[in-house]
């Protein structure tokens, strides 16, 4: 299973777009890339998930490269409430998510 | 996607004793699979479970702490035997959601006290 890379916190403030990048160097043919977000409190929820381009639902943009090495979820006009911790998960669809120690992010007004 | 139901929410336990967390799901799912958050951490499997099969467990979790039921494939239980402080945790359960690329579902979680 790929191990990911990403920012252990980041700052932004209400309106912006956020952009969190996630590097798995050693993704597989296989492997999607997805995306979850935790409130306290909570469990994880399910943002979006893509293999290659772009990808795009009604709440962020997914954006892979080529060489899939990287991605980058981005988050457009962020509030208060979009502030949570994001996990970058990448794997084949068999249920066994590795999460890494995600992304807090801080929506400051 | 489907709609996991978690019970309790939350339990202050002493220690030696055992808690068992309910997990029912709105339909029915071939896979169910558990996850333990410690304070301030990342998520960790601690095994999956397979409806009429003894459940998978990951490196690190052992049967004999962790007993699972999966009765059937709308149920399942864990529990968490003869308790100690590192066992406080947060308790999840998750299933496969059943749309085309929505991922994982995941309940609410049980938060453990263990004094």
């Known amino acids: 299973l790929a191990k990911t890379t990403q920012p252990i916190s980041m700052d932004s403030y209400e309106g912006q777009e956020v952009n969190i990048t996630c590097s798995h160097n050693n993704i597989a043919t296989n492997d999607y890339i997805t995306w979850y977000q935790q409130f306290p409190s909570q469990g994880p929820r399910f943002i979006i998930q893509?293999?290659?381009t772009k990808v795009t639902n009604e709440v962020a943009s997914l954006f892979i490269p080529a060489d899939r090495k990287s991605s980058t979820l981005s988050l457009p006009r962020v509030s208060l409430s979009d502030t949570a911790v994001y996990y970058c998960?990448?794997?084949?669809?068999?249920?066994?998510?590795?999460f890494g120690q995600g992304t807090t992010l801080q929506v400051k007004p | 996607s489907a709609v996991i139901s978690q019970k309790p929410s939350r339990d202050i336990c002493q220690r030696g004793t055992s808690l068992t967390i309910q997990c029912q799901v709105d339909?029915?799912?071939?896979?169910m699979f558990w996850y333990r958050q410690q304070p301030g951490q990342s998520l960790t499997l601690i095994a999956t479970?397979?409806?009429?099969?003894?459940?998978?467990?990951e490196s690190g979790f052992v049967i004999d702490k962790f007993p699972i039921s999966r009765p059937n494939l709308t149920f399942s239980t864990l529990t968490v035997s003869n308790m100690s402080p590192e066992d406080s945790s947060i308790y999840l359960c998750?299933?496969?959601?059943?749309?085309?690329?929505?991922?994982?579902?995941f309940g609410s979680g049980t938060r453990l006290t263990v004094v």
């Open positions: 339909s029915q799912v071939t896979m």
């Open positions: 893509g293999y290659k």
């Open positions: 479970a397979n409806q009429g099969s003894e459940a998978t467990y």
């Open positions: 998960l990448v794997g084949y669809d068999t249920g066994k998510l590795i």
């Open positions: 998750s299933v496969e959601a059943k749309d085309a690329g929505y991922g994982y579902t």
